[in-house]
C-alpha cells in the first residue's frame, strides 16, 4: 500500500504565473484536503474534493482552483501568483463517507516559491 | 469560526524529562480535536484525537493529551522525552468527524536537549 504522494517536491514560480500542484492518495482512498502552510504557521484549509466533487472551502480566493480525478489523484491550480502564496502545499488523502471519521494522511508537501 | 492558540512557539526539554504541549481552542460547540507531529520533510503525522468520552485520550509514541472543556484546552503530554520527538507539534480542531477540514494552531517546535 502506497502513501500519499506530492509532486513536484520543490517548484520555483514568478510573479503572475500559474501553477498546478499534483497530489496521489492513499490506495482506497476517495478524499482529498488541501492545505497551504506559511513558513511558521500552521496548515491553512484550502479545500476538499470526495468522489471528485468539491466538499468545503477555506478562505481562499477563486485563483486557488482544484480538481479530483476518477482515481482520486487531485490536483491544485493556483492562478495569478502572488508572493504571498510562497508556502509547504500538503494535500491529506481520507476514505470519506457521511458521518463517519477516517484518519488522514498527509504526503510531504510541494515548496512552492514565488520570486 | 473555530481558531485554535498554541501559546507556546519553541520548547526546550531534556531528554528523559516530561512535556507539556499547551492547545487552547475556541468552538461554541463540541470540538473534535487532534495532535499531529511535522518532522523536517514529511508530512504530518496523528498522534491521537478527541471526540468524545473518557477526556484523557492515549496516542501513538506514547503521548496522551486530556480535554478539558472548562477551560478550553486540550494540552499534549508525555512523561519521558525521546531525543527522536524533536519536531514540530500541531493541535488542530474540526466541528465534526470530517477531520480533512481542520483548523490548525501555528504550532509548537520542539527541541530536545541531550
Known amino acids: 500500500e502506497t502513501g500519499v504522494t506530492q509532486s513536484p517536491t520543490h517548484l520555483i514560480k514568478t510573479r503572475g504565473q500559474q501553477v498546478t500542484l499534483r497530489c496521489s492518495s492513499q490506495s482506497g482512498h476517495n478524499t482529498v484536503s488541501w492545505y497551504q502552510q506559511a513558513l511558521g504557521q500552521g496548515p491553512q484549509f484550502i479545500f476538499q474534493?470526495?468522489?471528485?466533487?468539491?466538499?468545503g472551502r477555506g478562505n481562499f480566493p477563486p485563483r486557488f482552483s482544484g480538481l479530483q480525478f476518477p482515481n482520486y489523484s487531485s490536483e491544485l491550480n493556483v492562478n495569478a501568483l502572488e508572493l504571498d502564496d510562497s508556502a509547504l502545499y500538503l494535500c491529506?488523502?481520507?476514505?470519506?463517507?457521511?458521518?463517519?471519521?477516517?484518519?488522514?494522511?498527509f504526503g510531504p508537501g510541494t515548496r512552492l516559491t514565488v520570486l | 469560526a473555530q481558531s485554535v492558540t498554541q501559546p507556546d512557539i519553541h520548547i526546550t526539554v531534556s531528554e528523559g524529562a516530561s512535556l507539556e504541549l499547551r492547545c487552547n481552542y475556541s468552538?461554541?460547540?463540541?470540538?473534535?480535536l487532534f495532535w499531529y507531529v511535522q518532522s523536517p520533510g514529511q508530512g504530518l503525522q496523528l498522534l491521537l484525537k478527541y471526540f468524545s468520552g473518557d477526556t484523557l485520550v492515549q496516542g501513538i509514541k506514547g503521548f496522551e493529551a486530556e480535554f478539558k472543556r472548562s477551560q478550553s484546552s486540550f494540552n499534549l503530554r508525555k512523561p519521558s522525552v525521546h531525543w527522536s520527538d524533536a519536531a514540530e507539534y500541531f493541535c488542530a480542531v474540526a466541528i465534526n468527524t470530517n477531520a480533512g477540514k481542520s483548523t490548525f494552531g501555528d504550532g509548537t517546535t520542539l527541541t530536545v536537549k541531550p
Open positions: 491529506a488523502s481520507s476514505l470519506g463517507g457521511r458521518g463517519s471519521y477516517n484518519e488522514q494522511f
Open positions: 468552538y461554541g460547540a463540541t470540538p473534535y
Open positions: 474534493y470526495y468522489r471528485e466533487e468539491e466538499n
